[in-house]
Structure formats: structure tokens, C-alpha cells
């Protein structure tokens, strides 16, 4: 079994920014998908940013330009910077790391325990 843990949430004002990282206890960050959710009290979980083994990266629409997504393949960690932060983007992020095997079964999908996030003034 992973574990994963983030870190680097916190309270800040509307326009300031957020480093969150997600620190994997075994050498998976660069073998699957690394993805950032965010989930608001009664709201549904949202996918904010993903990058793929090969580097590829994805954002929810809200969030390009402002957000970016990394990893560390020698650390073993995966990052999202998160600039011009907004009242609406407070929540819970969470990181996930999966794989799925040729033929679609699931290698693994790991779930941290999540971070809080609060923009507010």
C-alpha cells in the first residue's frame, strides 16, 4: 500500500497563492496519473489538475493560467501552484495517483487524506 500526504494548504486572502505538494511513500509519481481534486462542502468533487507519466498536463478551465502542476520524480512528490487564488476555489484538495493495467484493470489508485484551502477575507 502508498500513502500519500499533502501538505501546503492554509487561509489566505483573495489573490494569494498556495503551493500544495503530495509526498508518495514509494516511487509511483512518474508511473501513472497524478491528479489534484478539490471538494467543497455540498458540492461534488472536482478534478483541478492532472499530469500523466509522459508529463502531460490538464486543468479545470478556472484554473488555466493560474495553476500549475508538477512532480519530482527524484522526491517522489507532485505539486500544484495555485496563484490569484478565489473565494470559490476553498475547499478540501485531495491528491490521487493511479494506474490502470493494459485491458483496464486498476494497478493501483492511491487517495490522500486531503488538505484545506481557505480563500476569504
Known amino acids: 500500500q502508498v500513502r500519500l500526504v499533502e501538505s501546503g494548504g492554509g487561509l489566505v486572502h483573495p489573490g494569494g497563492s498556495l503551493r500544495l505538494s503530495c509526498a508518495a511513500s514509494?516511487?509511483?509519481?512518474?508511473?501513472?496519473?497524478t491528479g489534484w481534486y478539490r471538494q467543497a462542502p455540498g458540492k461534488q468533487r472536482e478534478l483541478v489538475a492532472t499530469?500523466?507519466?509522459?508529463?502531460?498536463?490538464n486543468y479545470v478551465d478556472s484554473g488555466k493560467g493560474r495553476f500549475i502542476i508538477s512532480r519530482d520524480n527524484a522526491k517522489n512528490t507532485a505539486d500544484l501552484q495555485m496563484n490569484n487564488l478565489k473565494p470559490e476555489e476553498t475547499g478540501v484538495y485531495y491528491c490521487?495517483?493511479?494506474?490502470?493495467?493494459?485491458?483496464?484493470?486498476?494497478?493501483?489508485?492511491?487517495w490522500g487524506q486531503g488538505t484545506q484551502v481557505t480563500v476569504s477575507s
Open positions: 490521487n495517483m493511479r494506474r490502470w493495467m493494459p485491458g483496464g484493470q486498476s494497478e493501483y489508485n492511491y
Open positions: 514509494k516511487t509511483i509519481v512518474v508511473t501513472g496519473i
Open positions: 499530469i500523466t507519466a509522459a508529463g502531460n498536463t
